[in-house]
Structure formats: structure tokens, C-alpha cells
């Protein structure tokens, strides 16, 4: 009677089957990430192309009350903050220095500006005053549902949690990218020929960068 033993598995058969463990569970895990990304990178791509109602926004301006006597634009935030329900901290002030400038036939003196921006992946609040004012005008932008996925595309407005989840996304995609060609070449081909599809995938997205330049 001949009895067969069973091949002991190898230290390379080991890393391969949990590679490609991880391969799928990661993929798996990315996949509402990925298909956010897919989505929006298609829209923004192809927005003026297409001519799409799908980055549409509402703005709405308004004038809020100021006291003449506002020190600076911290506390020109923090005055406007609980009307405006935004985070004093949120705003990002921007200065812009008091000049002459030609007004008719004659030169007029205008004030400072100071400028604020809070930025949320649901809103964009912006504040323009004039020093010395006792107004300030108040744009508030709101995008429909394309253009908020969008902007947590480009993580507008968004906390560093959502900016780490993002950097692990590309990450991760880019350990897809690489342990699926590995796999490739290990399970379906030869290596000659892994390195030739992957350098003419390479080679054609130069190209056509250079082209699009």
C-alpha cells in the first residue's frame, strides 16, 4: 500500500496566503472609501465638460451688526461666532493693510480689510469687514450633496480625524496596488511578464501627463 504524505506548507506558501488575506480584507474595508473617491474624482474631472448640475451651490449674504471698536479680527470672530454658529477658532483671518487708492479725479484713503473664512465640508462661512465699520458682510455658501462629497474629497473643512482616515486610504491603496501586482505575477504569470505590463501601465500614464501638460 503506498500512503502520501502531505506536503508540509512552506514559509513562502505561508506569506503568500496571508498576503493575500490582507490583500482582500483591506480591499473590502476600502471599499466605500474607494467608491467615494471614484465617484467624486469622476465629477470633478469632467464638471465643465460635462456641464452637470452636480457641484451646485447656494450662496446667501447677509450684513451682521459690528462695534466700531473691534481690536482685531479674533475678536471680530469671536463677536460673530454664536450668530453665525460657526467656531470661533474655525475662522482663518487674512489682513489686508490699509492703501491709497484713486477714487474719480482724486485719491481716497481706504481703510483695512480684514477677511475670515471657516471652512466646512457642509459650508463655507465668509467674512468681510472694513475697519471702522459698523457692519460686516456675511457670505454663506452651501453645496448641494455632489459638491460636499467633493470637498470631503479634497478634506475642505474637514478634522485631521477624517484627514488620517483619508491617509490611510491612500495608503492602503497603494499596498492594494502592489501586493495585487506580486500576487500577479506569483499566482498568474511570470515575472519577464509582470515587469512589462507594469512598466507599459507606467510608461502610458507618463505619457499621457506629459500630453495633458
Not at 22 to 34: E, F, K, R, Y
Not at 51 to 64: Q, Y
Not at 124 to 147: C, D, F, I, M, Y
Not at 164 to 192: K, M, T, V, Y
Request: aromatic residues 8%.
Amino acid at each position: 500500500m503506498i500512503h502520501l504524505h502531505r506536503r508540509p506548507p512552506t514559509s513562502r506558501g505561508n506569506s503568500q496566503k496571508w498576503l493575500r488575506r490582507i490583500h482582500a480584507w483591506c480591499g473590502l474595508a476600502l471599499a466605500a472609501m474607494m467608491l467615494l473617491f471614484a465617484v467624486t474624482g469622476f465629477l470633478l474631472n469632467h464638471r465643465a465638460v460635462m456641464k452637470i448640475p452636480a457641484l451646485d451651490r447656494t450662496e446667501i449674504t447677509h450684513l451682521l451688526p459690528v462695534e466700531p471698536t473691534t481690536p482685531d479680527p479674533a475678536a471680530l470672530a469671536a463677536g460673530l461666532a454664536p450668530a453665525l454658529g460657526v467656531s470661533p477658532e474655525a475662522f482663518k483671518a487674512r489682513i489686508e493693510p490699509a492703501r491709497t487708492v484713486l477714487w474719480a479725479d482724486g485719491e481716497l484713503r481706504q481703510p483695512e480689510r480684514w477677511l475670515l473664512r471657516a471652512d466646512t465640508p457642509s459650508e463655507t462661512v465668509q467674512v468681510e469687514h472694513w475697519v471702522g465699520s459698523r457692519q460686516a458682510e456675511v457670505k454663506r455658501t452651501k453645496p448641494n450633496l455632489w459638491l460636499y462629497l467633493a470637498r470631503l474629497h479634497m478634506a475642505i473643512g474637514t478634522g485631521p480625524t477624517w484627514i488620517l482616515l483619508s491617509d490611510a486610504a491612500a495608503l492602503s491603496l497603494g499596498f492594494l496596488a502592489i501586493s495585487g501586482f506580486w500576487l500577479w505575477g506569483r499566482l498568474h504569470g511570470s515575472r519577464r511578464r509582470l515587469v512589462v505590463l507594469a512598466g507599459g501601465g507606467l510608461t502610458a500614464a507618463v505619457i499621457l501627463a506629459w500630453l495633458a501638460g
